[in-house]
């Protein structure tokens, strides 16, 4: 199984900044896209960003202008930098990591996978 590690949430003031990481580690063949989301108390969980392969990012527009996502292929890692945090920025954020995995060798095609990290608390204080 391919697993996921975020890290690098915090309690923050509002106006400053973190970055997220990432790391997916595994049988991993390939990474197709890797996305950010993130989920308040009583809320639903809601979508961040994207990012492909070849670096094509998307924003959800309420981010769009403080976030920046990236990804660092040679070590299956995605990070999301946040600049300008709000309290209403508050939640957890979790990862999400599609794409293929198999290893050297194997005698079948490459099998798709959708894997989740357990979140990583972001705090923003007024």
């Known amino acids: 199984q391919v697993q996921l590690v975020e890290s690098g949430g915090g309690l923050v003031q509002a106006g400053e900044s973190l970055r997220l990481s990432c790391a997916a580690s595994g049988n991993i063949f390939s990474i197709n896209h890797m996305d950010w989301y993130r989920q308040a108390p009583g809320k639903q969980r809601e979508f961040i960003a994207t990012?492909?392969?070849?670096?094509?990012?998307n924003y959800a527009d309420f981010v769009k202008g403080r976030f920046t996502i990236s990804r660092d292929n040679a070590k299956h890692t995605v990070y999301l930098q946040m600049n300008s945090l709000k309290p209403e920025d508050t939640a957890v954020y979790y990862c999400?990591?599609?794409?293929?995995?198999?290893?050297?060798?194997?005698?079948?095609?490459?099998?798709?996978?959708?894997?989740w990290g357990q979140g990583t608390q972001v705090t923003v204080s007024s």
């Open positions: 999400n990591v599609l794409g293929e995995e198999g290893v050297a060798g194997m005698l079948r095609p490459p099998q798709r996978f959708d894997s």
């Open positions: 990012i492909t392969h070849d670096y094509k990012t």
